[in-house]
């Protein structure tokens, strides 16, 4: 029983208290770029979970296997293998999705989140947990991208669920007057940048609402990731250290 | 004793107080705005007034809204947000519809001010940030020039000066320009607050009068602009007074660039903050895709305002830097 409300906990804390996008600030690059439409970021979310937790699976299970020193190429291999997977089904089955996020799809190799949970999870705790810990990542990760591809789509390009081919030959719902007055600027970069501060906002109230710290961008202190990191303990770590004094 | 306790006031400093507060500061902004909107009220008629009005309404109701949700003191009163509103809609076209003139409004008083915390903490301009909002969501809406005066027959839409400067083979020619005593009226295409630059002037010398603002951003500012023109144009001084007067110089130069909040204090950090703007400005004038650069100019400068006070701060009287103290002791020593 233990185990399971534990196994419970991992995976809720992905949604919003260890958030990986809007709390630990990790993988913003395919936040901001592929949140365009509801569809793409859809897409993305369900990719990246896809290798997030094959990738958790095989890194705790060869984690007695792999040296400590060597243990970020190895993990990259086992990443790349995944999302090599995901990329090939990706182009055979849904090609359309695949043409919309371009260059992202590969990209997930390098996607601060997954190397992050093998890192500071998948490395030293049992199969199934991180499985779950990846799952719960990865739909944290997806729910956010949703967020902003909603905000972003609606107001930006007056639509709903473009991209998706059986809704209107995949131009998506039309929304009345917004899909005559699109406000361009939030299918641009700063129109991002703004929908993102304010869901980091948002995510920070619900937090603290639940009595949990703010998600700060440097310094240990009040990091979600805290408790897992091993750095802080090294004495080289200039942010522990500083923390310390 | 006595005597003296009641001739000594003991106290904490500060002992000198100026009277000066935000709400008189914005005051005076307000009554030197207030030339640039009459003039706009007779060049493009009601609509500029309803324009003007609602960018005003809306971004004073924003500012109590948002400050009431974030429970937060009441700031209404300090009329910085009536100044944002008048500011916003000098920077609007006159035929923009009311409800983006709205959207702009409630971005300058919430996203740009208060997300920041509020009046003092804003990181870039409100109105202009807002502008650059409006400009990047709406490029077909924010280019309705309407012919000024047209409004008492029939409206018509024109294009601006600074579109219409040069020919089809990029040479610098007047022949579509209105003469240089209209464009210094305003009677001419453009913004509503842009337009006359008379009334701007008029309303930048009782600032500098007054002492709300320095009069040196505005003229390194300005004279860059000039100097960069008079070199490109091989001092082609129609040329030049066309650049000066034509699109937003004026207005960005005397009331957006000089914000207390988004400009720097030193004098030399004002001249290096004038000089980028200015040399920004034309740079985007001149090579740029946009016809006008000064809103994303004084925006890029706002950004680098904390980088610019940090290499100009003025040096306490009579302190040395710490490498010749050690210097100093160390030839002591020896």
Redesign the interface.
């Known amino acids: 029983m233990a185990e399971k409300k534990s196994l419970g906990k991992e995976f809720t804390k992905g949604l919003i208290k260890e958030n990986p996008v809007l709390r630990l600030v990790l993988g913003t690059c395919p936040t901001l770029a592929v949140t365009t439409s509801v569809s793409s970021a859809v897409g993305m979310g369900l990719s990246a979970t896809a290798v997030l937790v094959c990738s958790n699976i095989v890194i705790s299970l060869l984690r007695k296997v792999i040296p400590p020193k060597v243990r970020i190429p190895a993990y990259i291999v086992v990443i790349a293998s995944f999302v090599t997977i995901v990329q090939m089904v990706v182009k055979a089955f849904l090609p359309d999705l695949n043409d919309k996020l371009g260059v992202y799809l590969p990209l997930i190799v390098v996607n601060c989140i997954i190397l992050g949970r093998a890192e500071a999870f998948a490395g030293k705790n049992k199969v199934l947990p991180s499985a779950v810990d990846g799952l719960g990542m990865g739909v944290g990760f997806t729910i956010a991208l949703c967020c902003m591809g909603l905000v972003r789509e609606t107001l930006g390009s007056g639509t709903f669920l473009s991209g998706v081919s059986s809704i209107n030959n995949g131009s998506g719902l039309a929304i009345p007057f917004l899909s005559q007055?699109?406000?361009?600027?939030?299918v641009?970069a700063?129109g991002g940048f703004?929908v993102f501060g304010?869901l980091m906002?948002c995510a920070n109230k619900l937090a603290e609402e639940k009595g949990l710290p703010k998600a700060v961008l440097h310094g240990c202190e009040n990091c979600p990731m805290a408790k897992s990191c091993t750095i802080k303990e090294k004495e080289n770590c200039a942010s522990g250290e500083e923390v310390a004094k | 004793m006595t005597e003296l306790k009641n001739k000594l006031t003991v106290s904490a400093s500060p002992h000198v107080r100026s009277k000066a507060t935000t709400q008189g500061i914005m005051l005076d902004v307000i009554i030197a705005l207030c030339p640039a909107l009459i003039a706009s009220g007779v060049l493009f008629g009601l609509r500029a007034i309803a324009v003007s009005a609602v960018c005003v309404g809306v971004c004073v109701i924003s500012e109590y809204v948002a400050r009431k949700v974030m429970k937060r003191s009441n700031t209404i009163a300090d009329l910085s947000a009536v100044v944002t509103g008048l500011l916003l809609a000098f920077n609007l076209p006159s035929g923009v519809p009311l409800w983006i003139a709205a959207?702009g409004s409630v971005a300058a008083i919430v996203?740009i001010k208060q997300?920041f915390g509020g009046i003092g903490q804003n990181f870039i301009n409100p109105a202009l940030g807002a502008r650059i909002?409006l400009l990047?969501?709406?490029?077909s809406?924010m280019a309705k020039w309407e012919a000024p005066l047209s409004w008492k027959t029939q409206v018509v839409t024109t294009a601006s000066p600074l579109a219409s400067m040069y020919n089809e083979s990029k040479q610098f020619t007047t022949e579509n320009l209105p003469s240089l005593t209209d464009m210094l009226l305003g009677n001419r295409a453009g913004c509503l607050g842009e337009v006359c630059a008379a009334a701007l002037i008029l309303g930048g010398l009782y600032l500098i009068i007054r002492k709300v603002i320095s009069p040196v951003i505005p003229l390194t500012f300005i004279g860059t602009v000039g100097v960069f023109m008079a070199i490109k144009s091989g001092f082609d001084m129609t040329f030049v007074l066309y650049q000066l007067l034509s699109g937003g110089l004026l207005l960005g130069a005397i009331f957006m660039a000089t914000d207390y909040t988004t400009s720097p204090i030193s004098f030399k950090g004002k001249i290096i903050y004038g000089i980028g703007c200015g040399l920004i400005a034309s740079l985007i004038r001149c090579f740029g895709n946009l016809p006008e650069g000064v809103s994303f100019a004084i925006v890029l400068m706002n950004i680098l305002v904390p980088h610019i006070e940090n290499l100009t701060t003025p040096k306490p009287f009579g302190s040395v830097k710490e490498k010749k103290e050690k210097k100093v002791k160390e030839d002591k020593a020896s």
């Open positions: 007055h699109p406000m361009l600027i939030f641009l700063p703004f304010l906002a | 959207i996203i997300f909002i990047t969501s709406f490029p809406e």
